[in-house]
């Protein structure tokens, strides 16, 4: 962490920002400040230390979220949600910090929880803000069902239109070949083709599952059908709104679970994508190969590595190669979630590196304490956030692989046959 001065001091009133400030937020302040408490500019080195210090805990998302949970402000400030006791066979967790952003479009809830209106349900907060969403689209949905009406209404009275002009067309294909047909007999198999025409096209346009035949008067029916129709179809695609509550709980019970040993790498990587979308980071890309996934908060981007297996610490070409993407990337800040840990000289070179590296216990710890501050997820539209989230997550089990850490029964040895 930047520095343990932050557990004397309140960062967000140093850089004068609320807890719900966007990371472009907190930025602006800490330039704002920096002008006022610089040395140079007649500030005291003091002041500015506080400044830079401030700015190092809020604009790191691991060091913001230790900051809140120890001040107990924003969404640190929530109560969180009891979790059932672990098991003897998973790992106890240990103190970990956990990454976030803040921030909110106009016309939806913050993303970070006011203080003290998280309740004992995990994500709370992206409930509700699903919640929100899904009846703003749910109002507006059933705002435009007099439009879909009309639109299905003139679709109907065009297709009217077009039956009645066949008929009549098809009408006349009979008179006219019935005629020849007196004088030239193949004409009236014309006359036949034409009367299946104009058979055919006594069904006339259809609604739905009404239809109306082109000889009848349409106007008043044809009203009544697509006010019955547009109404159908708005009740069915306000019901659909719902699968993004079953998204959520999808998400519930993959974060709420903790890691073990036994699970495959890809089962890790959902849960770790998922934890930083909760704290307001969207995934963009992942690389299997590499076993790297890429976040951003719409202006800063971070990268994440993983590696899931028992056996000994890993040496330290692991970070390494973290770090090398880093600058490829032109990424600032790492993460490495290495389940059994680092060995002295890997963990070094990830603290020189600015990487937060993090074992299985601390994982599991990490995850908890995200759950526990209930944070809102990323701004913007949250129901389009879902399913970006839930495309990338299965896109991700396609890619990584499938395989357990526990060990296979040996290989039989094949019979050689000899024919």
């Not at 509700?128 to 435009?144: G, L, Y």
């Not at 009408?171 to 007196?182: D, L």
Request: hydrophobic letters at 40%; proline letters at 6%; glycine letters at 8%.
């Amino acid at each position: 962490m930047a520095s343990p001065l932050w557990e004397s001091m309140n960062c967000y009133m140093v850089l004068g920002v609320p807890p719900t400030a966007s990371p472009q937020e907190i930025k602006s302040a800490w330039r704002a400040a920096s002008k006022r408490h610089h040395p140079d500019l007649g500030g005291s080195h003091d002041a500015m230390v506080g400044v830079n210090t401030a700015y190092d805990v809020l604009g790191d998302p691991v060091s913001r979220v230790a900051h809140d949970v120890h001040w107990k402000v924003g969404a640190g400030a929530s109560p969180g949600f009891q979790r059932s006791p672990r098991s003897a066979s998973q790992p106890s967790p240990t103190t970990a910090a956990t990454p976030r952003r803040a921030g909110h479009r106009p016309g939806e809830p913050a993303p970070r929880a006011r203080q003290g209106t998280a309740g004992a349900e995990p994500l709370g907060n992206v409930r509700e803000r699903v919640r929100q969403r899904v009846q703003q689209e749910a109002d507006r949905i059933r705002a435009e069902v007099h439009a879909r009406a009309q639109k299905i209404a003139a679709e109907f009275f065009q297709a009217v239109g077009q039956a009645r002009r066949n008929l009549a067309l098809s009408f006349a294909g009979v008179v006219v070949c019935s005629v020849f047909g007196v004088v030239f007999r193949p004409a009236l198999l014309g006359s036949a083709v034409a009367g299946f025409a104009f058979i055919g096209t006594l069904g006339g346009a259809r609604i739905g599952r009404h239809g109306r035949s082109p000889v009848l008067p349409f106007t008043r029916w044809g009203r009544e059908k697509a006010t019955e129709a547009a109404k159908e179809a708005t009740e069915r695609e306000v019901a659909g709104l719902h699968h993004y509550f079953s998204d959520l709980a999808s998400l519930v019970d993959l974060v709420l679970r903790s890691s073990t040993f036994d699970d495959s790498e890809s089962q890790v990587a959902r849960r770790i994508t998922t934890a930083f979308f909760l704290l307001g980071y969207l995934p963009v890309e992942y690389s299997g190969s590499e076993r790297t996934l890429v976040f951003t908060d719409g202006d800063e981007r971070i990268l994440v590595r993983f590696r899931h297996r028992e056996g000994a610490a890993v040496n330290v070409t692991i970070p390494q190669k973290l770090a090398t993407l880093m600058r490829h990337l032109g990424i600032a800040r790492g993460y490495l979630f290495c389940s059994p840990g680092l060995s002295g000289n890997a963990a070094t070179f990830a603290a020189e590196h600015n990487i937060r590296a993090y074992t299985i216990e601390k994982m599991n710890s990490w995850v908890d304490e995200t759950l526990s501050a209930d944070y809102g997820g990323p701004e913007g539209d949250i129901l389009a956030h879902l399913e970006s989230l839930k495309t990338f997550l299965a896109s991700l089990s396609r890619a990584l692989p499938e395989h357990s850490t526990r060990r296979s029964e040996p290989r039989r040895r094949r019979r050689r046959r000899y024919w």
